[in-house]
C-alpha cells in the first residue's frame, strides 16, 4: 500500500518562495499519478497541481499557473512542487495525494493521501 509524507512547509513572506516534497513508499509507485491539493480554513479542498506517472502531462490550477512548477523525482520517488511569488491566499495545509489516472476531480479518484504540510504566507 502506497504511502505518502509530506514536507517543505513553513511560514514565508509574500513573494516567497518555498518547495514542497511528498515522499512515497510501498505500492506500485511508477504506475501512479501524483497531484497536490491544499485547504484553506473554512474551504473546501481544491487542486493544486498533478502529473502523470510518466511525468510527461501536468495540469495546474488557474490560481498557481505561471507560480508553482510540479516535477517527479524518479530515483526518489517523489513528487515536487516548487512555488514561487507567493500570496496571502495560498496559505493552507497542502496535501499529496495518489491516483491511477491524473484528474484534478472528484478527490475520490485519488486512493492514497498524506497527513498534510501546513504553507503560511503572510504580508
Known amino acids: 500500500q502506497v504511502q505518502l509524507v509530506e514536507s517543505g512547509g513553513g511560514s514565508v513572506q509574500t513573494g516567497g518562495s518555498l518547495r514542497l516534497s511528498c515522499g512515497a513508499s510501498?505500492?506500485?509507485?511508477?504506475?501512479?499519478?501524483m497531484g497536490w491539493f491544499r485547504q484553506a480554513p473554512g474551504k473546501e479542498r481544491e487542486f493544486v497541481a498533478g502529473?502523470?506517472?510518466?511525468?510527461?502531462?501536468?495540469l495546474y490550477a488557474d490560481s498557481v499557473k505561471g507560480r508553482f512548477t510540479i516535477s517527479r523525482e524518479y530515483a526518489k520517488n517523489t513528487i515536487l512542487l516548487q512555488m514561487n511569488s507567493l500570496k496571502p491566499e495560498d496559505t493552507a495545509v497542502y496535501y499529496c495525494?495518489?491516483?491511477?489516472?491524473?484528474?484534478?476531480?472528484?478527490?475520490?479518484?485519488?486512493?492514497?493521501w498524506g497527513q498534510g504540510t501546513q504553507v503560511t504566507v503572510s504580508s
Open positions: 495525494a495518489a491516483s491511477k489516472e491524473l484528474r484534478s476531480s472528484p478527490l475520490s479518484v485519488y486512493d492514497y
Open positions: 510501498g505500492g506500485t509507485f511508477s504506475r501512479y499519478a
Open positions: 502529473i502523470t506517472w510518466t511525468g510527461r502531462v501536468t
